[in-house]
């Protein structure tokens, strides 16, 4: 079984080098003159700098906190909060599998388990060449296709034991691997952090963005001539409907 990271003893430096604070200031600048306060940066700031290392390290926590003008423990107490930051180095892929109530009923717990036992790893474990870390997650928020498999946060539907053991196997051997929906190939963990520290990489319009059961209330609507009631011509309210709302 690979070796957990929390078990590592290497030191990371405090800080960023000069070189890599000079190249991540222009990104920096750019992401905090989006908001009208720069505190209100932090969140794609820390993406930035997940883009830089695969985690967010120390220093980049304490980079984010010389962009802001704000403290580390401040910044620290956000980026050990929300789920989607790293806090030590992981693989390429990030493979998290749906265990919630309707994907683990759907089979996402085989799934789950069929991946700790294929790859040998334990939840929020790395693969030893690097290139898979895997997790089970609450909810991936496509109920519709249970059970999902999300690798760097993109949607892999309806998936089964094999078809995730083969996934992940393409992944490990560099091969081209397509999501059910979305962009035609996946991109590393750096490269999808980088994209939501807002960096566009041109291919949020790639590939099928919605399908069949997502759009099954819209087809029936369409198909019975339903129309959402225009909100600038709404019937006026029932004197029934006053009264309710008086007696509030």
Known sequence: MSEHNENTTEETPAVFTDE?????????????????????????????????????????????????????A???????????????????????????????VMGGDEIFSALKEHLDLANGETTEDGKVTLEHVECNAACDFAPVVMVNWEFF?????ATARQM?????????????????????????SRVLAGFDDGRAGEGVQAAAPSLAGLTLARSNGWEAPDPRNLPAPSTDDQGEEGAK
């Open 20 to 72: 890599v604070v000079a190249r991540l200031e222009q990104d920096a600048k750019e992401i905090i003159s989006r908001y009208p306060k720069p505190r209100s940066a932090l969140l794609p700031l820390l993406h930035l700098v997940q883009a830089e290392e695969g985690h967010v390290s120390q220093a980049g926590m304490q980079f984010c906190a010389d962009q802001l003008d704000t403290t580390l």
């Open 74 to 104: 401040e910044v620290r107490a956000v980026a050990t909060f929300y789920t989607m930051y790293r806090r030590e180095p992981g693989g390429d892929y990030q493979v998290g599998v749906c265990t919630n109530t309707l994907c683990a």
């Open 157 to 161: 539907d309806n998936q089964t034991p």
């Open 168 to 192: 992940v196997d393409d992944l490990r051997l560099g091969k081209d691997v397509a999501p059910t929906r979305g962009p035609a190939a996946l991109c590393t963990w750096k490269q999808a």
